[in-house]
C-alpha cells in the first residue's frame, strides 16, 4: 500500500519530496568534480535524461518532468516525477528485517540479464570495457578519496587497494578485451542500489540509474550485478549478494570469472566509499562508518580477486598430486600437471606407461625443460583471463621456479610456493600402487631427484603422510595467508 504521508530524503546529488501517490525528484545545484548541477540548464537536462534511462527499467514509475516556476511565472528548476513506491518493498527494508529475497533477487538478476542482452553497444561504450578504462576509473576513484587520507580513510588501506587494483587490471588486460569483444560492454543501469529495487507482486523495479555520465554507464554486466552485490554484503547479506551474481551468471550466459566478479565488487564498494565520504562532507555523521566499512569491504574483494600461481611440488610419490589436485577443486582452480604435459609433447596418451630412466626419455634435460615451458605458457595464459593456477610439478630446479615467480609477476597474481613431504618409503609404496596414472616415476628416480633437489627455503612444506583432507586444509591455510599479505 502506498504512503499517503508526506515525507523527504536525500542523496548527495538530490533532494525527494514524497506526497501521496507521487515521488518529486529535485537536482542539487552542487559540483562534486564527477557531477556538476550549479546551472540550472544542466539540472534540467539531468531530469530528462534521468527519465528517459529509467523509463528502460521501470516504465510505469517513471512519469515526466515538471517546471518549478519562480515567483514571476518563469521556469527556474525541474523535477522528475515518479509513481511512489511502497516503502515496506524497499530491498533494503527487506533484507534489514530478515526477510527471504531470493524471489526478487532472481527476478531482477533475470531483469539486468536480459536487458544487457538486449542494450545498445558502440565503439564508445566498448571501449570503456578496456583496461585502459578500468585502470582510469580506478585512478578518479582512489583521487577522490585522496582528501580523506588519515581521516576518514585509512593511508594502508588506501594503498593496498591501489596497489591490488591496479596489479589486477595490468594483469588482465587479455581478458578485459575479450570481454570487449564478446559483447559484454553495454549501456546499463550503472548504479544498482538495494535502496532504489522495491519488490512488487508483479515483479521488482529498479530505480535511479546513472544518468549523469554515460561512460560510467557503459560497464560490463557484471559490473553493474556486482553494484547490487556489493550493497547486499555492506547490509549484512554476504550469501544473498553470492546467490545473485550466481544467478545473473546463470542468465546472463558465457564463462564465469569469479576474480573478475571479486574485483567488480570491490570496484563498486570503494567507488560507494568515495561517496560516503561525500555525505560526510555534506554532514552526515554516520557516513564515516559507511566509508570505514565500504573500504574495508574493497579490500576484501581485491584479495579475493587476485589470481593465484601456486607450485605444488617434491619428490615422486609424496602425494602432490592429491594435494594439487584437492586445492585446484577447492580454489576453483585450473591444475596443469606436467606428467600429463610430458607425454603430451612427446604425442603420447597419458595413460600408456613409457618408463624410462633418470635424465633419459622422457626425462632427459631437454624435455623437461621444455614440459616446464609448457607449464609456464598456460600458466601465464590463464593467470591472464583471471584463472587461478595450480602447477604440479617436481620443482626440483630453482631456475624453473625463478622462471614461475617472473611468471606470476608478469600477470600480477600471487605465487604461492608449497612443497610435500614424505618418508621415502611411503612414497615407494604409493608409487607401486598406482593405476591409470600419467606419472612413470620410480623410486630410482625419486633417490636420484632427491640428491640433485635445489634447496627451496621460500615453499611452505606440508605434510602428506596424513589425510589428503588435512592435507589440503593445511596448504588452503596457506595459500590464504599468503594472498593477505600486503604486496611490498
Given amino acids: 500500500m502506498v504512503e499517503t504521508l508526506a515525507a523527504v530524503a536525500e542523496t548527495h546529488t538530490g533532494v525527494v519530496v514524497f506526497v501521496g501517490d507521487?515521488?518529486?525528484?529535485?537536482?542539487?545545484?552542487?559540483?562534486?568534480?564527477?557531477?556538476?548541477?550549479?546551472?540550472?540548464?544542466?539540472?534540467?537536462?539531468?531530469?530528462?535524461?534521468?527519465?528517459e534511462l529509467n523509463r528502460r527499467f521501470a516504465p510505469d514509475v517513471y512519469l515526466g518532468v515538471a517546471e518549478v516556476h519562480d515567483p514571476d511565472g518563469r521556469p527556474c528548476d525541474w523535477l522528475v516525477v515518479m509513481r511512489r513506491m511502497p516503502a515496506d518493498r524497499r530491498l533494503s527494508t527487506l533484507v534489514r528485517s530478515g526477510e527471504n529475497v531470493d524471489r526478487p533477487l532472481r527476478a531482477l538478476a533475470r531483469m539486468l540479464a536480459a536487458h544487457h542482452a538486449a542494450a545498445r553497444r558502440s565503439p564508445a561504450i566498448d571501449r570503456e570495457g578496456t583496461a585502459a578504462a578500468l585502470r582510469q576509473r580506478w585512478r578518479d576513484n582512489l583521487a577522490g578519496l585522496e582528501p580523506y587520507r588519515g581521516t576518514l580513510a585509512d593511508p594502508a588501506t588506501l594503498d593496498e587497494i591501489a596497489d591490488r587494483a591496479l596489479r589486477y587490471v595490468d594483469g588482465r588486460v587479455d581478458l578485459l578485451a575479450d570481454r570487449v569483444a564478446a559483447g559484454r560492454i553495454r549501456d546499463g543501469h550503472g548504479d544498482l542500489l538495494a535502496d532504489d529495487v522495491f519488490s512488487l507482486p508483479d515483479g521488482p523495479r529498479a530505480l535511479d540509474c546513472l544518468e549523469f555520465d554515460d561512460t560510467l554507464r557503459a560497464v560490463d554486466g557484471v559490473d553493474d550485478a556486482a553494484c547490487l552485490a556489493m550493497d547486499l554484503e555492506r547490509l549484512g547479506a554476504p550469501a544473498e549478494a553470492a546467490r545473485f551474481l550466481t544467478w545473473f551468471a546463470e542468465f546472463a550466459g558465457g564463462p564465469r570469472v569469479p576474480t573478475l566478479e571479486h574485483h567488480y565488487v570491490a570496484y563498486r564498494a570503494v567507488m560507494r566509499a568515495k561517496v560516503a565520504c561525500l555525505r560526510w562532507q555534506q554532514g552526515v555523521p554516520d557516513s564515516a562508518a559507511t566509508a570505514a566499512q565500504l573500504l574495508g569491504l574493497?579490500?576484501?574483494?581485491?584479495?579475493?580477486?587476485?589470481?593465484?600461481?601456486?607450485?605444488?611440488?617434491?619428490?615422486?610419490?609424496?602425494?602432490?598430486?592429491?594435494?594439487?589436485?584437492?586445492?585446484?577443486?577447492?580454489?576453483?582452480?585450473?591444475?596443469?600437471?606436467?606428467?600429463?604435459?610430458r607425454k603430451e609433447l612427446a604425442g603420447i596418451s597419458p595413460q600408456v606407461e613409457r618408463r624410462s630412466s633418470w635424465r633419459a626419455g622422457l626425462y632427459a634435460p631437454d624435455h623437461t625443460a621444455a614440459v616446464y615451458d609448457a607449464l609456464l605458457r598456460r600458466a601465464l595464459e590463464l593467470l591472464r583471463h583471471g584463472e587461478s593456477v595450480v602447477l604440479d610439478?617436481?620443482?626440483?630446479?630453482?631456475?624453473?621456479?625463478?622462471?614461475?615467480?617472473?611468471?606470476?609477476?608478469?600477470?600480477?597474481?600471487?605465487?604461492?610456493?608449497?612443497?610435500?613431504?614424505?618418508?621415502?618409503?611411503?612414497?615407494?609404496?604409493?608409487?607401486?600402487?598406482?593405476?591409470?596414472?600419467?606419472?612413470?616415476?620410480?623410486?630410482?628416480?625419486?633417490?636420484?631427484?632427491?640428491?640433485?633437489?635445489?634447496?627451496?627455503?621460500?615453499?611452505?612444506?606440508?605434510?602428506?603422510?596424513?589425510?589428503?583432507?588435512?592435507?589440503?586444509?593445511?596448504?588452503?591455510?596457506?595459500?590464504?595467508q599468503v594472498g593477505t599479505n600486503v604486496p611490498s
Avoid: N
Fill in 22 to 51: 507521487r515521488a518529486y525528484k529535485l537536482k542539487k545545484p552542487v559540483d562534486l568534480g564527477f557531477v556538476d548541477f550549479r546551472t540550472a540548464e544542466s539540472r534540467r537536462t539531468a531530469c530528462h535524461r534521468e527519465l
Fill in 298 to 341: 574493497g579490500v576484501t574483494h581485491l584479495r579475493a580477486a587476485e589470481p593465484r600461481l601456486i607450485l605444488v611440488g617434491g619428490l615422486p610419490g609424496v602425494g602432490k598430486s592429491t594435494l594439487a589436485g584437492g586445492l585446484a577443486d577447492t580454489l576453483g582452480a585450473v591444475l596443469v600437471r606436467s606428467d600429463r604435459v
Fill in 393 to 480: 610439478a617436481g620443482w626440483a630446479d630453482a631456475s624453473a621456479r625463478d622462471a614461475a615467480l617472473v611468471i606470476a609477476s608478469r600477470a600480477g597474481a600471487t605465487p604461492v610456493e608449497l612443497r610435500c613431504v614424505a618418508p621415502a618409503a611411503l612414497a615407494a609404496e604409493r608409487m607401486a600402487g598406482r593405476t591409470g596414472d600419467p606419472s612413470d616415476a620410480t623410486p630410482e628416480i625419486a633417490a636420484r631427484m632427491a640428491a640433485e633437489f635445489a634447496s627451496w627455503p621460500t615453499a611452505s612444506e606440508i605434510d602428506t603422510t596424513v589425510a589428503p583432507a588435512e592435507a589440503v586444509a593445511a596448504a588452503l591455510h596457506r595459500v590464504e
